[in-house]
């Protein structure tokens, strides 16, 4: 990098701010931005609470129980009938055609013609207090499962990965809406002035299907979105600085830049030039503490053993152990991505038979111990921790084209599936709805919970109403859950 042009690019732009023309330019559309400013009133400054410090602490409507969220989220859809909803009545159909009432009227990804039924392909047993359901694929869960609650009775409006990824996180099944991690961040800020307020970690070796979309601030300002962390390498890429460019001239360049940036917001108060200056500052805090933060080389062997860690690797395991470390830090919002449950069959690896038992290893233990951290360090009881994926499957087995799948798999069920909280303001042991005999949809459809109940659930934890939770765009003010959603209050303590 030449830093002689940097600076000498700075002060061509600081100096134009001066120039006879520029003043000329100003008082030009001085009007022109005066009335533009009446026509879009508080449009323009829609979201920024403090515009010198966006991600500051903010009060919700009310006092939340929950003061900080991790989400995990298996990529690809888990099966529900292999790992929480035990449906012995399934077993008993194995390998017979499908009801034709499961058929009729009904939209599939894949599944063609009559596919036969597949019973459940591991043994359940009950476990806790609680009694929870858990099949022989997650036994190290069983030592949590009194702290967690169960909701067998999700639905979605979406049956393919992208759409229902998008609809889980943004309330909106196409891109251009904020995330749900966006949403917390506008609506509290964040605690530390070093740190993103909102932190992915993404393993499994790809993104989701909906990419960064569900993550994004959409239409709110970009401040809010997340910001990506790796677990291997630099923590955020283009974070270090060149040899030649570090310290006092570093801060010496940004501090020009901003400016710069200043200048231009006062000219045209675009609030994006103040989520620019607040990014700047906070790329150079994040310079001096993610590093810090973002490694789990300095835990002890007994928290490497109990997370099954392996520090320098990519792993959802290691993910877990970094989720801690930020709560700890008063990270607000940590998404943890684990991409490859999309188990239809088509070879061992996308099978429930391979690599659904691998995915199973990958996550069982980590996620246990995530939850006994928490609890032992005492951050259980003011942060959410969610898991789920973004539909479920068919208790049918894949016939894609009309032919059996080489392997044993499941298709995409939007009727029902299965999500469970823990921690902050949640019922403990508790298994809320049930689904049919045969685990496709919900058996009591007033028990049934779209999305947007969830979504419209998490918020309340957080303090705040769903309903009046606005963003003023384009005219109209947006909310999260836009018409729909109610809260579950069953599921609160």
């Not at 399934?90 to 939209?107: F, I, T």
């Not at 063609?112 to 047993?125: K, R, S």
């Not at 917390?184 to 800020?189: M, P």
């Not at 997370?307 to 470390?325: D, H, I, K, V």
Request: net charge negative; glycine share 10%; proline share 6%.
């Amino acid at each position: 990098m030449n830093t002689d042009n940097l600076f000498r690019e700075a002060n061509e732009a600081f100096s134009q701010q001066h120039t006879r023309r520029h003043l000329l330019n100003q008082f030009g559309t001085g009007l022109g931005a005066l009335a533009l400013s009446q026509l879009l009133g508080k449009e323009a400054q829609a979201g920024i609470q403090n515009p010198t410090e966006p991600l500051a602490p903010k009060n919700p409507h009310f006092p939340g129980k929950a003061k900080r969220v991790i989400f995990l989220h298996m990529a690809g859809a888990p099966s529900q009938l292999e790992m929480f909803d035990y449906k012995p009545d399934l077993a008993k159909v194995d390998g017979k055609p499908c009801p034709a009432s499961y058929l009729e009227g009904k939209r599939f990804a894949f599944l063609t013609g009559v596919p036969n039924m597949l019973g459940p392909v591991y043994p359940f047993a009950q476990h806790g207090q609680s009694g929870a359901w858990l099949s022989d694929q997650l036994p190290h869960m069983r030592g949590v499962v009194d702290d967690m609650t169960f909701i067998k009775t999700m639905t979605t409006d979406e049956f393919n990965h992208a759409p229902a990824q998008m609809l889980f996180y943004t309330g909106f099944a196409r891109p251009g809406r904020p995330s749900l991690g966006a949403w917390t961040t506008y609506g509290l800020g964040s605690e530390n002035r070093d740190l993103p307020g909102f932190v992915v970690l993404v393993s499994g070796g790809k993104d989701p299907s909906a990419g960064k979309n569900i993550w994004g601030s959409g239409f709110i300002p970009s401040v809010y979105q997340g910001v990506q962390c790796r677990s291997k390498g630099a923590p955020v890429l283009f974070s270090e600085s060149p040899e030649d460019f570090k310290g006092d001239l570093n801060k010496k360049a940004i501090d020009w830049i901003n400016r710069i940036n200043e200048k231009s917001y006062q000219e045209v108060g675009d609030p994006e030039i103040l989520t620019r200056i607040a990014q700047y500052e906070m790329a150079y805090r994040m310079q001096m503490s993610v590093p810090e933060v973002m490694t789990i080389d300095d835990e002890p062997d007994y928290i490497h053993e109990m997370y099954g860690t392996s520090p320098g690797e990519e792993s959802f395991a290691n993910n877990c152990l970094l989720a801690r470390r930020l709560i700890e830090q008063d990270v607000r919002f940590v998404q943890l991505f684990d991409w490859g449950w999309d188990h239809h069959g088509a070879n061992p690896k996308e099978s429930l038979t391979t690599g659904f038992v691998n995915k199973c290893a990958a996550i069982d233990r980590p996620i246990t111990a995530l939850l006994k951290d928490l609890k032992q360090r005492g951050l259980l009881e003011d942060t959410l921790v969610v898991w789920g994926g973004e539909f479920g499957r068919t208790p049918m087995r894949e016939n894609r084209g009309g032919m059996e799948m080489a392997a044993i798999g499941r298709d995409h069920n939007p009727n029902a599936f299965t999500v469970w909280m823990a921690g902050a303001g949640v019922k403990s042991g508790l298994s809320y709805g049930e689904t049919d005999e045969f685990g496709y949809q919900p058996a009591d459809p007033s028990k049934s919970v779209h999305v947007y109940d969830l979504q419209a659930t998490i918020l309340k934890l957080l303090g705040f109403d769903h309903e009046k939770f606005t963003y003023h765009f384009q005219g109209r003010d947006f909310r999260l859950t836009d018409v729909h959603g109610h809260v579950v209050d069953d599921l609160l303590a």
